[in-house]
């Protein structure tokens, strides 16, 4: 099946882009480190964006310090800055780690973060009792360089890259997710002690970022990767990286090549054949089946797509979104009968159009329009032409959704206008037995309502 791209529209400027900004990815994965304050260096403006943005998503308190560059610092560089906005950060909160994220401005200035990084650990003085140092990671994310997704990619490398030594051999494996919901991190951690599996997820956000109910307010949420965890990653038996773009395995191939360490790539386990693939995955990797717990998940998914065919066979579905996400859900669509007319990203990373067309080949009655760089205004010119019956995506097609009349079944980040876009879960059997009855749901309640005389019974 060729790939169906559209031809390129000479459009000079974004309007609504399918994407958000390098370092406010990177803020997510810095977040899934214990103890570690998000550090943005650049102007004010970024870093109090990304908390509201952050913050509407996943419904917690997010801290980003910020180096608040102004005119003087753009024209004369931010060094000075950055240096005061470390100890001013690693004093007030007593942090273990800051994660440094460059923006637009501290790039373009040309600003050597390492050097600087460097100069100030030689310089620091630390105030109380404290004697070490905390960990210092700094990754380059400019805004125009890619999108939010390659941002959160670039921090967990560089948190890789700079963290993690070669060492002795341990029974423990390393698990790199990509940006999915904490409840979706909790699922693969259960899933890995299922197998009998230490696992390592990096990052862990699972609790900082959605946290329980406390009496008195964490400056510093618990939860996260351990540092000492991350250390020792470079002597765990194997790496499973769960994406398909490029810079998804960046991390998983420094720990290969670095410390020889090997890497699983199974994709993202979304939907039932690329569930499959992470439990052979993790069948190969521990030497033990697949729990029976775990199969019957995957059967009660398989009755489930039998009860609900007619309602879904023949459906068309815009979707969008990061480029992995958007992959693994053209995928799943396929399987079950629905077929994604349109798969649109803001991202523009190499393969995405192939492993859609891949996955979607034999299973859709025609192949789908795949649109790279994209910008909400192109999604909803292309979707008034190929008139989905239902979209799939986050909350910021909610417009395009409403204009033409058709349901939109929210997933991935940013899910802004409803509660519990943290706790939505998308991967193994059981993320793909919620996905679907959503999605059978999402058509039944359409018709339902659109109908004359209405009905109580399917």
């Not at 974004?14 to 899934?32: E, R, V, Y």
């Not at 799943?332 to 979607?360: D, H, N, W, Y």
């Not at 909350?395 to 206008?417: Q, W």
């Amino acid at each position: 099946m060729k790939n169906n791209l559209a031809p390129k529209r000479d459009y000079v400027s974004s309007t609504n882009a399918c994407k958000a900004c390098m370092p406010l990815g990177a803020c997510i994965a810095f977040k899934g480190i214990e103890g570690c304050v998000p550090f943005l260096h650049g102007s004010q403006g970024c870093a109090t964006y990304m908390r509201r943005y952050l913050i509407s998503h996943f419904r917690e308190p997010v801290d980003i310090a910020s180096s608040a560059l102004g005119e003087g610092e753009a024209v004369f560089g931010g060094g000075p800055n950055l240096k005061q906005g470390l100890v001013n950060v690693i004093n007030k909160y007593q942090a273990k780690a800051v994660g440094i994220a460059t923006t637009c401005l501290t790039e373009t200035i040309g600003d050597n973060v390492p050097a600087i990084v460097k100069e100030f650990m030689g310089e620091a003085v630390l105030e109380g009792s404290r004697t070490e140092m905390p960990a210092l990671i700094h990754a380059a994310t400019p805004s125009y360089a890619a999108t939010h997704m390659e941002g959160f990619y670039a921090a967990v490398a560089a948190t890789v890259a700079q963290l993690a030594e070669p060492g002795p051999r341990h029974e423990g494996v390393n698990l790199l997710p990509g940006l999915i919901s904490p409840a979706d991190i909790r699922y693969l951690q259960a899933v890995a002690a299922d197998f009998g599996l230490e696992a390592t997820l990096l990052p862990d956000y699972s609790r900082p970022l959605d946290a329980p109910a406390s009496l008195s307010y964490e400056i510093l949420p618990q939860g996260g990767t351990p540092l000492a965890a991350i250390k020792a990653m470079g002597g765990a038996r194997a790496s499973l990286a769960l994406g398909w773009t490029p810079a998804s395995q960046d991390a998983g191939r420094d720990l290969a090549e670095r410390c020889g360490v090997s890497l699983h790539s199974p994709g993202l386990p979304l939907g039932l054949r690329a569930s499959d693939e992470f439990f052979a995955a993790l069948e190969q990797i521990s030497g033990k089946p697949t729990p029976d717990k775990h199969a019957l998940e995957r059967g009660r998914l398989l009755d489930s797509m039998v009860d609900g065919h007619k309602y879904l066979s023949g459906k068309r579905a815009v979707v969008y979104g990061e480029q992995d996400l958007v992959i693994g859900l053209s995928a799943f669509l396929a399987e079950i009968g629905i077929t994604p007319v349109l798969c649109a990203s803001g991202g523009r990373a190499v393969g995405f159009g192939e492993k859609i067309s891949e996955f979607c080949e034999g299973l859709t009655r025609q192949a789908p329009r795949v649109e790279a760089g994209i910008d909400f205004y192109r999604i909803a010119e292309l979707s008034r032409e190929l008139k989905p019956d239902i979209i799939v995506g986050h909350s910021k097609g909610y417009n395009m959704a409403r204009e033409l009349g058709a349901p939109l079944v929210r997933v991935g980040f940013p899910i802004h206008d409803r509660i519990g876009g943290q706790r939505v879960r998308l991967l193994g059997y059981q993320g793909a037995q919620e996905l679907y009855d959503r999605l059978v749901n999402a058509l039944l309640a359409k018709k339902q309502d659109d109908s004359d005389v209405g009905y109580g019974y399917l």
